[in-house]
């Protein structure tokens, strides 16, 4: 089946520290970079949420990867290009159009990093037996989750840092993405000499390839004409309307100062409470909403979800309304929410793999990830300018009003009882 020189401990955390990585950069680190360095939340909101295009669209192109190079190019040429991205972010930040010229260069990386994605999981699927797959994948989740943390917490936490020694924002954002910039390039000469070379890690002839199209083709008919597609596609698009409003708009909120109806925090403690505290209480949220549904199923389990990834958003139209400024609060406060919405998510993500039964399940699955994109991508782009006409307060009990979208649509679905349960598909 294949030949591998190293074990996969050896480039399988790795390679999911690099897939998360970009991602973290592209859709969070950049929020806070931009709002420290003046840009208003209507211009970071919209130009930020373009960046999931490249994960919305990313099943389109996905037989094009698989035609033109091996999923080892890609991966390694991908990181290569991630790595200069970060540092061409880093060479814009002193220049006067930095903003439009940074964006160009985040949205190479996000192409690049979904890209990535692509390569990476098809990989994982090739350079390892059945067995290794199920063994490893508790690991490449973990490195995920670590990047994460790494990312939206220690680098945040780094700037903030280098902000206050050097008293230069922009200095301490060009240093903090040249970092990153260096680490993906270490990544890439690491991986080009790591990464096994699969047997099965082959270009398709053409006439593979012609059928590749054709059943891409007979993918996006079949799965629109699954029983009930419109309910499901309207459940990808709306059950998270509140929470693709408040990704945008938290860490806006928690660095805006006080006068502006905002909490004053500094990056490093933002760093701390969104990257740190608030990714541990995400984590822990889906750990025991995995546990809760194996155990008696999706449906047992689906209104408490709707309920926990929907009513902890109150903390934040307490937090616009009192302002407190003890950190300890605010910690506990963003804790809340996203131990719900971790929880609460749980149903989302279990609900696209109950879709995807099937035939065709991997690319049905491919399709429904698209949607969860364009869902967070829609609300996302108009979220700032809603906050910047509303102010905080009224924008954080819109968001509220907007939950009543995640019930209706979760009232629509039509779910086996059996789906989930310890056992069972």
């Known amino acids: 089946m294949k030949t591998t020189k190293y074990a996969p401990w050896g480039w399988v955390p790795t390679l999911y520290f690099a897939e998360a990585?970009?991602?973290?950069?592209?859709?969070?680190?950049?929020?806070v970079m931009y709002k420290q360095l003046g840009i208003s939340n209507t211009d970071i909101a919209l130009y930020t949420s373009w960046l999931y295009l490249p994960w919305v669209i990313k099943p389109f192109w996905s037989p094009f990867i698989d035609l033109m190079k091996t999923k080892r190019w890609w991966i390694t040429t991908m990181q290569l290009l991630i790595g200069a991205s970060l540092a061409g972010v880093a060479l814009t930040l002193p220049l006067d159009g930095f903003f439009r010229a940074s964006l160009a260069l985040f949205w190479l990386m996000a192409f690049s990093s979904a890209t990535h994605d692509i390569a990476a999981d098809g990989f994982y699927m090739l350079a390892l037996t059945p067995h290794e797959q199920s063994l490893y994948v508790g690991i490449r989740s973990t490195f995920y989750r670590i990047a994460t943390i790494a990312g939206q917490g220690l680098l945040i936490m780094l700037a903030g840092w280098l902000e206050s020694t050097t008293g230069r924002i922009s200095y301490a954002w060009t240093l903090t993405f040249f970092l990153m910039g260096g680490?993906?390039?270490?990544?890439?000469?690491?991986?080009?000499y790591i990464l096994p070379r699969p047997t099965a890690d082959r270009i398709p002839s053409g006439m593979q390839g012609r059928n590749i199209w054709l059943g891409f083709g007979q993918t996006i008919v079949s799965f629109f004409t699954k029983p009930r597609a419109w309910a499901a596609v309207l459940f990808m698009l709306l059950y998270r309307l509140p929470e693709a409003q408040l990704a945008k708009l938290s860490n806006l909120f928690l660095i805006d100062a006080v006068s502006e109806g905002g909490l004053g925090l500094t990056t490093q403690e933002v760093g701390f409470v969104q990257g740190t505290v608030g990714v541990i209480g995400l984590l822990l949220g889906g750990i025991i909403g995995g546990i809760a549904a194996s155990r008696h199923g999706l449906k047992h389990w689906l209104w408490p979800m709707v309920w926990a990834i929907s009513l902890p958003d109150l903390v934040y139209v307490y937090l616009?309304?009192?302002?407190?400024d003890s950190l300890w609060v605010i910690s506990s406060c963003i804790f809340v929410e996203q131990l719900g919405y971790g929880f609460g998510f749980t149903a989302y993500m279990l609900y696209l793999i109950y879709y995807s039964q099937g035939e065709q399940r991997t690319a049905h699955y491919a399709i429904c990830t698209a949607f969860m994109a364009l869902g967070m991508m829609l609300p996302g782009m108009v979220a700032g300018k809603l906050q910047e006409l509303m102010g905080y307060e009224h924008f954080f009990i819109w968001v509220m009003v907007c939950c009543v979208a995640t019930f209706a649509?979760?009232?629509?679905?039509?779910?086996?009882p059996e789906f989930g349960k310890k056992g069972r598909a």
């Open 409 to 416: 649509v979760t009232a629509l679905l039509k779910i086996d």
């Open 320 to 324: 616009s309304y009192a302002q407190p």
């Open 183 to 192: 680490l993906f390039i270490a990544l890439y000469l690491y991986h080009l």
């Open 21 to 31: 990585l970009p991602y973290v950069a592209v859709m969070t680190i950049s929020t």
